[in-house]
């Protein structure tokens, strides 16, 4: 089955503990983009990878890292986690062309960092 | 720079009413226009697309129209059901570096039986 896997589901951290959240996608796909979800705010882009070693920020990329050393891996890393990083986050992936395509979302990360 | 409004919710119907969602965008170029559902607990699910102005988009008995001349993406359905209850997302997405997808803020709809 076509998907985009995120681990873990939910997370409860401290703030300052260093954390990844991981993304795989099965479909060979080129371009991959995590997102946040906040209430009131809809999704904001966090950080996206065109292709492998490609990476470049969002609209939101403070406190964050990624790295794409693989096609099929898209990990999140929050070296320093903070509470206003307290949110649900979303790994989506689509192959080039990606505006006519469509986008796979995972199924989400629930993040609280206390 | 790109930007979607849609409509203030949440909206409560009643089962078998009809629903429309209104989704305005600013874009610089020719964007595709999308329409995303998340079901409580969920993901987001691409629930249907256009590409170029006057195409319709449709799926499980939504439909939604590119108006590039009053630059919206409305989506309706003749007929809810409880199991449509769900946030839904308008996104737009032009063709470029990034190509990344613009959110609405969503809204929620709940269908009462």
């Known amino acids: 089955e076509a998907q985009v896997t995120q681990n873990p589901r939910y997370l409860i951290t401290v703030t300052g503990k260093k954390l990844t959240v991981t993304c795989s996608q099965n479909?060979?796909?080129?371009?991959m983009s995590w997102y946040r979800q906040d209430p009131g705010l809809g999704l904001r882009q966090i950080y996206y990878s065109m292709n492998v070693e490609v990476t470049d920020k969002g609209d939101v990329p403070e406190g964050y890292k990624v790295s794409r050393k693989e096609k099929r891996n898209f990990p999140l890393i929050l070296e320093s986690p903070s509470p206003n990083q307290t949110s649900l986050y979303f790994c989506?992936?689509?192959?080039?062309?990606?505006?006519?395509?469509?986008?796979?979302f995972g199924s989400g990360t629930r993040l609280t960092v206390v | 720079g790109n930007s979607v409004t849609q409509m203030e919710g949440p909206v409560t119907l009643s089962e078998e009413a009809f629903l429309t969602i209104n989704c305005t965008y600013t874009a610089t170029g020719y964007p595709s226009l999308f329409w995303y559902v998340q079901y409580p607990g969920e993901g987001l699910q691409l629930l249907l697309k256009?590409?170029?102005?006057?195409d319709k988009g449709s799926n499980k008995g939504f439909e939604a129209t590119y108006r590039k001349e009053t630059t919206s993406f409305h989506l309706e359905k003749g007929s809810v059901q409880v199991s449509d209850s769900a946030v839904y997302f308008c996104?737009?997405?032009?063709?470029?570096?990034?190509?990344?997808?613009?959110f609405g803020k969503g809204i929620t709809l709940s269908v009462r039986p």
């Open positions: 256009a590409t170029k102005a006057d």
């Open positions: 996104a737009l997405s032009e063709l470029g570096a990034n190509s990344k997808l613009t």
């Open positions: 989506a992936s689509s192959a080039a062309g990606a505006p006519r395509s469509g986008y796979t």
């Open positions: 479909m060979n796909h080129e371009y």
